[in-house]
Structure formats: C-alpha cells, structure tokens
C-alpha cells in the first residue's frame, strides 16, 4: 500500500514530539534516539532548535543522516495508531522572520532558548518516509511525493493569520495554515483541522478557515 502523502503530513502537523536518531560518536555506528519537539516548515519538513552542545546535535555534525520518529499515543494500542519514521539530512538552517514567527506559535517556550548563542535552527529534509496507519496499513513515500506537495509560502500564510485574529474563539489559538488543513490550540490542546480539499488560494482557505472557527 502507498500511503497518501496527504495522511502522512495531517499525522505530522498534529504532534508535538517526536524521537530522532541519529548517528552515535560516542558508540561508533550505533543509534542515539532522544526525544525532541519540533515544528513543520512550509514544506512541511520538521524543524528543531538544537543546543550545540547536546549529543545528538554533535552527532549530526559528524553524520548528518538521520531518522525521525512521530506517532499518535493518543490511544492505548500503539499498534493501532499512526505513526511513521522519516528517513533524511539535518542540516542547519537560516530562519526567516516568518519561519521564525511560524515556530514559536507552534513552540512559545523556545523563546528563551533562541537567546542562548549555543541554540541553533535545524532542517530535516526526508528522502523516504515509512508511513503506518495501524495494523497492516504501512507503505512508502519517497521524496518527491513529499516535494511535490502543494505550498502555501510563509508570507501568503502571515497574511491570512493577521486578518483572522479577529475571527478565533475565545480560548483559540492559530498556530498555523497550509493547502490541506490549520493547526491551532483550543484550551492548551493542539488540534490539526483538515480541509474537506486541497485549497489553492488565499481567499478558499480564508473562508474555510472561519467556517471551521465559527462551528468550534
């Protein structure tokens, strides 16, 4: 089965946490996995803010490749949920302002930490991802199924949050917009609201956007 690249990314904008491995130095060619928050970018691929001096950052400077775990503990049956590994290289990254502004929507308390001079942005860019819906439900993705998703660019994505601040509910934050669906925060839980579609313009995902806030 080939999974939807569609499904893979709802999974990914809708978790908080994952668990990245990486490449021990200090047990040559063994896995260090640690867990780790993280924020998808506009093409959604997962972004860290990384200390230099931890160990699986000075891991990646020796050996940038990499896998990172992600999955829905949200029942008891782990089996049973989603969950998928994205295999790829991590490298540092130059934030923009409104890649910068779009993680600490997402992740506030790294904002004490951006101050710090050892904290870095980090980029992992999948070159294949293992996607597993439950029992049975596995396959592949490979990068262009993740490169040729649809964009929306971090400036469309600015704009259209400024304009909706005055449509959320109280208790509501809007972490984030994309082509497939909005991430947002109702009373400190994270939730990932998908689009009945794929939207193409601004204005398509605007109206949707407060169609989903008024029915909240």
């Known amino acids: 089965m080939k999974p939807d690249p569609e499904t893979a990314l709802h999974l990914l904008h ?11 130095i200090q047990l ?16 959604h691929c997962p972004v860290f803010l990384l200390s230099r001096l931890a160990e699986h950052t000075k891991n990646i400077h ?3 490749r990499a896998g990172f775990l992600v999955a829905d503990m949200a029942e008891k049956q782990v089996l049973e949920n989603p969950r998928m590994t994205l295999l790829g290289d991590i490298a540092t990254i ?10 600490l929507r997402y992740q506030p308390e790294a ?15 999948p070159q294949k991802i293992r996607y597993i819906g439950g029992f049975a439900q596995m396959g592949w ?23 909706l601040l005055g449509e959320l509910p109280p208790g509501v934050r809007l972490l984030g917009l994309d082509r497939y669906g909005m991430d947002m925060e109702r009373l ?27 029915s909240l």
């Open 94 to 103: 130059n934030m923009s302002h409104e890649l910068q502004s779009r993680f």
């Open 111 to 125: 904002e004490q930490y951006m101050a710090l001079a050892d904290f870095a942005f980090y980029r992992l860019t």
């Open 141 to 163: 993705l490979e990068q262009p199924d993740w490169e040729n998703v649809d964009v929306l660019s971090l400036e469309e994505e600015t704009a259209l949050i400024q304009d």
């Open 188 to 214: 400190g839980k994270r939730e990932r609201q998908k689009f009945p579609s794929t939207l193409r313009s601004a204005d398509q995902i605007a109206a949707t956007v407060k169609r989903l806030l008024a």
């Open 62 to 64: 020796t050996d940038p």
């Open 14 to 24: 809708s978790l908080r946490y994952g668990t990245l491995a990486t490449r021990s």
């Open 28 to 43: 040559p060619d063994y896995p260090f996995p640690t867990a780790l928050p993280f924020v998808p970018d506009e093409k």
